[in-house]
């Protein structure tokens, strides 16, 4: 056993390696690696139930400690050094500890992770990617209070929300793109890879946008419109700011990455095939690697505009129409259910519109439920998101609650 004081264990445990959740974790990675091929699982640390009962608690007690005014958000993922050999890594790994957490998590991109090694609880490098782990464990410290875990390819495996676990994986999987596309009907074409991935990468963009407004400290709204249909204008009051040209920036900077990566693609399939030293084709694709996915300072940039009061609007395809728009909807309220982010199998509740939230999540039920081909992400200022659509064989307003989880 290490007796360093970053895995020396507290009388005052939130998560031991007895409790049922630590074991459930456990016993599914044991089953990842069971049926995962060998050569993806040869170098994934084997978890015992005490390293991740201390992976949980030290990341759950991380989050409640802000670092410079700001809540702790990081995801973190427990990895062998020898897996990532050309990652650059820290001289002198960091301790694995609450403090420690809290000081690199401004650090680390939004997509990125601290890599943890679960032996030595050590953190040895930041991630500047989002990487593929088949059988480990990654926690994603949501917001105070709140930690996702994840368990190889289920992002989503297991939710601790205060004293609270919620085991997702058995009650459905649910993304926050899905939710979008098929909220506001996007067609995803089959006929071209790269348009393809461009379609699900604008609605994986916009839930990007959201969680940038959670950094930023304040909440927000996003009213997600069709993108050739204006029917939902008359329950806009005029006195917003809207843009004279939709800016087009997120879903630009997709297909130029996209069009790049392609280049990239064929650019490294013709170095392979030469007679180059292995040593010569591994500096070249490496000097032909490819960028992040999106324009990042637009993502920041729009997730900005939510600073002003009122709701930033935008269309399926992530353009910009205007922001600080005020909502405007006469008539009766509408029905409104919400669910958990897990699966629409679990129970339904219904409520009133005055017990759904503030005036944000009001106004924004209202719109959706005047304009029932429209959606909206809602930001509360103290970091929980919802979605809210349409439910046709319902005919309510569904608002799938906490689905920043999905984020």
Known sequence: MNNSPAYRRSPLRLFTAADQDSVSIRAQLEHLRTIHLPFLV??????????????????FWSSLLPNEGRSTRVRIAAAARETFRGLPQFSTPIPYEKAQIAKLGPAVPPRGCLLVDPAKMEIWAISRQQLAFHTTMTLDIVRPGVVRVGVGPYRTFMVFDGPTATQVLASG???????????LRKVI??????????????????????SNIRANGHGGALLLVPEDDNGWSSCIDPSGFRFDIRDSSIPDSIRAELKRMDEHVKALQGILQTNLPDADKFIAATNVSPNDWVDRNAIDAIARLAAVDG??????????????????????PPL???????????????????????????????????????????????????????????????????VDWWC
């Open 173 to 183: 999987y649910v993304e926050l793109p899905d939710l979008i596309c098929r909220a």
């Open 42 to 59: 040869e170098d994934s640390p084997v978890l015992s139930a005490d390293q991740i009962s201390t992976l949980l608690e030290t990341a």
């Open 311 to 332: 709701a930033v609007m935008l269309t399926s395809g992530s353009r910009v129409i205007g922001f600080g728009a005020k909502i405007n909807v006469k008539g009766p």
């Open 189 to 210: 074409p089959t006929h071209d890879m790269l348009e393809t991935q461009a379609v699900w990468r604008e609605a994986l963009a916009l839930g990007d946008v959201a």
């Open 336 to 402: 409104v259910s919400w669910i958990g982010p897990g699966s629409e199998r679990q129970k339904v509740n219904s409520c009133e519109l005055e017990h759904l939230g503030g005036m944000r999540h009001q106004s924004a039920a209202r719109f959706v439920g005047a304009n029932q081909n429209c959606a909206a992400l809602v930001v509360s200022e103290d970091g929980p998101m919802s979605f809210m659509s349409w439910h046709a064989k319902w005919e309510c307003v569904l608002v799938v609650k906490n």
